[in-house]
């Protein structure tokens, strides 16, 4: 595969051909809708972060100006109001829903594709047809069968439920990118005398070191926007994730926006600065994880 | 090896981590009060729900239940609040999972009744009933929480439905307090060529353009046809009077009120009215406290409002003395295994010390008869309470005391007729509609 | 080793599957049928005796002027995400592949991403004060463009409503299928192209000679996930609209919502559920059959 390098601005140049009038005007315009769409993106985000330094007054009066002084209060408030709980509350939620559906699912890939199980593949296709499932649709019936089983309104409320759900795509993604590992390093640590244990951890597992990223990165994205089974399955505010305390906020804050803005920045900051900073990991994770 | 050995050790401290999950998972905090050591008699530990978080709220009620606690050292409080807007749907979802708390907030009306319907409220009238507690509370406020002859909650404020406006606008434009309805348009019209907004309105929680027609089916409609249209086995909507009630809304729509409400939020008009946009707003008693100086309205308006109710209609078959407010209240639930300390808490809530310290802190008229003074109250709450005590009688919030369904018939036919998409005798027919399935299945 | 420690150890081997078979078995397979049994019934949750109603409830939806713009919206969801989404993720992601510097192709792809990081409920309250039809940028703009005939109270008309939600919705997913698209385009050898331009393929050209084709499978893939991901919307309909105005805006999730916690109406919110479901599968068939066999490559 040829390494890729810088690409020159105009194709054009190795054909030999000078650039026409046309190809100047179709790049400026391309320029043009990639500025557009950064503008469109970024323009209401910087606004929202300098709303939350607002007063109500100013608000109302220029919406769109700059603040006059810069009321952190604004900010402090709505870090009262429990901002950090919500973050909290969320962050802990994903995280243990990644560990549990990535743990769980290469567990169930291993098993399927590696250890020549009978009746593998009516149980995998019982599993992956969980896929076809829709979250909204269990709603009710999962509503009852939370409380019968008392962890209703508990942390697990939500994780047993975000694990269940994203099994069936999880271990198919692993198993689709298990079944391609090649079959020499299980054979020599079998001829080691390792058990399935241990091969599972110290061979399969480091080896899927990519898919098993890109599993997590997808269900830290499910996770973290979850929003009917937050809404139903957790009344305590002490418990609520970051989707449904936003809301809640929005029904006590009602009077003070640009304390709800505050929030709604706060909220924000840490997950864009997780993603600057590990943008190029993500990349990465997927594209080991696609394609191999 | 040294691979393996540092696999082992992730692996190990991989499910280290995740007991450190499960441990944290099974300690989900839910605030328990703690007390200190007096003589009470009475111990358990029940759930009080009410419906003020907001931050200028949340401080008073947080009192109340310390200053309980410290009188009853045996009790514990699991003390929550959910916000207006949500309420209905999280006390049917705690309801659902069988989780109604001890004490619940609730509107009077159909939306109470539904839980003595289910066996949810506990009776409350051997407490209430000639009783000095009882006899303590505006007796028009427990007649709205009286079923079938039984008391089943307890009403906690009162409040009313009026029109507020800027004195200066009306002084400076020669207006007078209407003193009919087709007075108020004629004001509303003058206004209008000056250029000022008549009367502020913000529909987008829905319940803004249903408290009209709360105030203006009574105008139309004989009581007792109301009366028996409320009920949800024996309504039919059919009397003429309430169509010509949403005639004369839609008539107010056009002359007076803010065009394009369903996207603007209440505390919008709210705002609109206290920066000099508007000259006119349609609110609750319960909304006074914003538009004074504690509240944080600007000193330019808030030494200079009044109200007046809802102007008559001249020829209405109604009753044109009737007002338009709710009392809010509380209920127990009669499957609490603490209905004596819920019970106990309630009438520590209403007494006068801490009825007065309500009125005070929330601005807030109090169910307890006497407790709003000079001392507690601004002057503009001081005559909302007489104008309440001079009424007739009481219109219950359309939205609360309708079946839901027939009270979605009227909250989206009229958000449909602010837009223009749907006519007085469409809406009639849509509620109609919707009380004949309601009769059917109660 | 024994017949038995053979019959052991084979047995043993299932545990590493029975975790996951049990958790899908009980949270995702038994609430759906038990769903289909509730549906049968009308309850709330003040019901004292659920009735037992057959398939009441669903010719009631099939009468229900409200179930049926929900499905328009849903539909209408699906159709301008994919097109947005997918399609111009699609050519998005080839013109910053193609066209733009690796340094400035990497900042641009960050900054487009970044709205899909944001929780849906911010991107939703935020928008809210966007739409606003006094105070929203959006308003804003139209009249310093030199339209202010155009302003509209967005998410208070019946008749843009659903269209502003839908519109919120592409601007926080632009990035999300452009830069999994990304990835599956990088994978293409870079020797197609350089063949092509030397044959003097114009860039226009080359994307829809060879950039298509070789991710028809990743974009079929997107479709599907986008459109299922278009039915089961709730969140930002909820979060902005609640449904309103009268209904305008509903879809099925929060129809499904509103019948169940609003309207007291859960054995009619089960079938709601009910067709949700059968709407997912078909999709989910579709994905699977898509992909049936093949590990995910190129």
Known sequence: MAVRSAVPESHGELAGAHPTPLVVLASLGRMAMLTCLV?????????????????????????????????????????????????????????????????????????????????ATPVLFFILGGMMLAPAVALIPLFRLLQALGIYDTYFALIVPYVAFRLPFITFLIRAYVVTLPMELEDAAV????????????????????????????????????FPFALVFINNDNLKTLPVGLLDMQGRLITDWPVLLAALTMASVPMILLFIVGQRQFIRGLAEGYGK | MDRTASLRRRRWSLIATLLVFVLVGTCSSAGLGASAS??????????????????????FWKKIVADYLALHPNVRIDHQAIADQPYKDKIRVLTAAGQLPDIYFSWAGDFANKFVRAGLAADLTPYMRNTPWGNSLAPAAVDAWTHGGKIYGVPI???????????????????????????????????????????????????????YMTSLNPKYVPRATLDKDFEPSTGEFTDPGYVAALNEFSMINKHCLTQGANGIDYT????????????????????????????????????????????????????????????????????????????????FITDRQNAEAFTKTLG??????????????????????????????????????????????????????????KTPDQIMQDVRAAAAKVRANP | MSVIAKRVRALSGWLYVLPA??????????????????????????????????????????????????????????????????????????ILEETVRARLRAFLRTVYFIPVTISITVTGLLFQFLYHPQFGLVNRVLVILGHPQWTHSWLGEEATAIWAIIGMSQWQSVGYVMVLLTVAMQKIPREFYEAAYIDGTTKVQAFFL????????????????????????????????????????????????????????????????????????????AQLWGVRGKQVEF
């Open chain 2, 38 to 59: 007096t003589g009470s008699k009475l111990s358990g530990s029940i759930v009080f729900l009410e419906r003020w978080p907001e931050p200028q709220y949340a401080p």
């Open chain 2, 268 to 347: 919008v008009a709210q705002a609109e009215l206290m920066q000099g946009k508007a000259a006119m707003y349609y609110g609750q008693t319960v909304e006074f406290k914003t538009f004074t100086r504690a509240g944080g309205a600007p000193a330019s308006f808030a030494n200079n409002w009044d109200f007046f109710p809802m102007p008559p209609v001249p020829n209405g078959r109604g009753d044109q003395n009737l007002l338009t407010g709710a009392p809010d209240g509380f209920m127990i639930n009669a499957k609490s295994k603490h209905i004596d300390i819920a019970v106990d808490l309630l009438k």
């Open chain 1, 191 to 226: 001829v080691d005398g390792a058990s399935r244990w241990q091969i599972f951890w110290n061979v399969i597992v480091p080896l899927s070191r990519p898919i098993l990223i890109s599993a997590a990165l997808l269900q830290a994205l499910f996770a973290w926007n979850e």
């Open chain 3, 210 to 285: 060879i950039t298509v084709p070789l991710l028809r499978e990743m974009t079929t893939l997107m479709m599907i996930l986008t459109i299922s991901g278009a039915f089961l919307v709730f969140n930002e309909v909820k979060v902005m609209t609640d449904g309103g105005p009268n209904n305008a805006s509903q879809v099925l999730g929060t129809w499904l919502y509103r019948s169940a916690f609003q309207n007291d109406q859960m054995g009619y919110a089960s079938a709601i559920a009910t067709v949700i479901f059968i709407l997912t599968f078909g999709a989910g068939v």
């Open chain 3, 21 to 94: 078979l049990i958790l899908v078995a009980v949270f995702v397979y038994y609430p759906v049928v038990e769903n289909f049994r509730l549906s049968t019934f009308q309850w709330n949750a003040f019901s004292t005796h659920p009735r037992y109603v057959g398939l009441g409830n669903y010719a009631g939806l099939m009468a229900d002027p409200v179930f049926w713009r929900a499905i328009f919206n849903n539909i209408a969801y699906a159709i301008v995400s994919v097109i947005w989404q997918v399609g111009f993720g699609l050519v998005l992601a080839a």
């Open chain 2, 157 to 211: 404020s009162v409040d009313a439905k009026v029109f507020l406006y800027n004195t200066k606008i009306f002084a400076n434009n020669g207006l007078q307090v209407p003193k009919t309805i087709d007075a108020l348009i004629t004001t509303c019209d003058t206004l209008r060529s000056k250029g000022i907004e008549p009367i502020a309105f913000g529909n987008k929680d829905g319940w803004a353009a249903i408290h």
């Open chain 1, 39 to 119: 503008l469109v993106i970024v323009y209401p985000l910087v606004w929202m972060c300098l709303a939350g330094f607002k007063s109500t007054a100013e608000l109302f009066g220029d919406p769109w100006g700059l603040p006059g002084a810069l009321r952190i209060e604004n900010y402090v408030t709505a870090w009262n109001q429990g901002v950090v709980r919500y973050l909290f509350n969320s962050a802990f939620v994903t995280t243990a829903s990644i560990f549990g559906v990535v743990l769980l699912g290469a567990w169930a890939a291993y098993g399927l594709t590696r250890l020549h199980l009978p009746f």
């Open chain 2, 364 to 421: 807030r008229l109090s169910s307890v008869a006497g407790t709003a003074t000079s001392a507690n109250a601004f002057p503009q709450l001081i005559k909302a309470l007489r104008v309440i005590n001079s009424a007739s009688g009481m219109n219950i919030w359309l939205d609360t005391i309708l079946h839901i369904d027939i009270a979605n018939a009227y909250l989206n036919g009229l958000e449909a007729m602010l837009n223009g998409t």
